[in-house]
């Protein structure tokens, strides 16, 4: 039948949830050491976003070839947001406490700084966002990474808002409704955060080849 043939839109939609599950586990397998969860995010937005232009490979070959020629970069960027995300995070736990201590003048001084501390944290989950699949895509400095993942994620900010209820629905889904639906977990989170971002970054990709060449 025509609706089961490989060449269908349901035969093709099966394909990219196996994959995403396939991708999951080797993302699980690679980011046990923790340090290494940076290289293995980078590594599965290529084989997704590979995968979602339908672009020749097998999914373990892109994988693991973005795992070994992004690894010292990526890992420096995750250990750099990963401090960023440890210290925004004590300090929006102390700040509370002292705000819910506090009362008069105290009180609005600490909700003051809480709300700093929150816009540096909407500010961080931008780039955190969009700084693995960028790292996919183009090459460049951590320091160029981390700003344009910012400008990026604020001028598409439709699509930001996206990405992030993905991640935000596949948590709560898990967490609180159906947890062997992990077995999909970030795999299909990237898949859909992919094709949701690939017309921007294939966007960004060129852009940044056309300035190499000038």
């Known amino acids: 039948m025509k609706f089961f043939s490989y060449e269908s839109k349901f035969s093709q939609l099966l394909l990219k949830i196996c994959s995403a599950a396939y991708l999951n586990l080797l993302w699980l397998i690679c980011s046990l050491p923790i340090f290494t969860i ?3 995010t980078t590594a599965l937005y290529y084989a997704c976003l590979k995968f979602i232009r339908n672009e020749e490979g097998y ?4 994988f693991f070839r973005s795992f070994r020629e ?3 970069q990526a890992t420096q960027l ?3 947001l990963l401090g960023v995300g440890l210290f ?3 300090d929006g736990y102390i700040l509370y406490h002292l705000r819910q201590i506090s009362e008069g003048p105290a009180a609005v001084l600490w909700t003051l700084v809480l709300a700093v501390v929150i816009a540096a944290a909407v500010v961080y989950v931008i780039v955190l966002e969009y700084v693995f699949p ?3 895509s183009v090459s460049n400095t951590n320091t160029a990474m981390l700003k344009n993942s910012f400008l990026i994620g604020t001028h598409y900010l439709f699509a ?3 990405v992030f209820a993905v991640h935000f629905a596949m948590f709560f889904v898990v967490v609180a409704w159906f947890t062997p639906l992990i077995i999909f977990g970030e795999g299909l989170c990237a898949m859909i955060s992919a094709w949701l971002l690939n017309s921007i970054l294939i966007s960004v990709s060129g ?5 190499e060449e000038a």
Do not use: C, H, P
């Open 38 to 40: 940076g290289a293995s």
């Open 59 to 62: 999914a373990a070959v892109q």
């Open 70 to 72: 992004n690894f010292k």
């Open 78 to 80: 995750w250990l750099i």
């Open 88 to 90: 925004l995070g004590a």
């Open 134 to 136: 960028l790292l996919a």
């Open 160 to 162: 930001t808002i996206l």
């Open 207 to 211: 852009t940044r080849e056309d300035e």
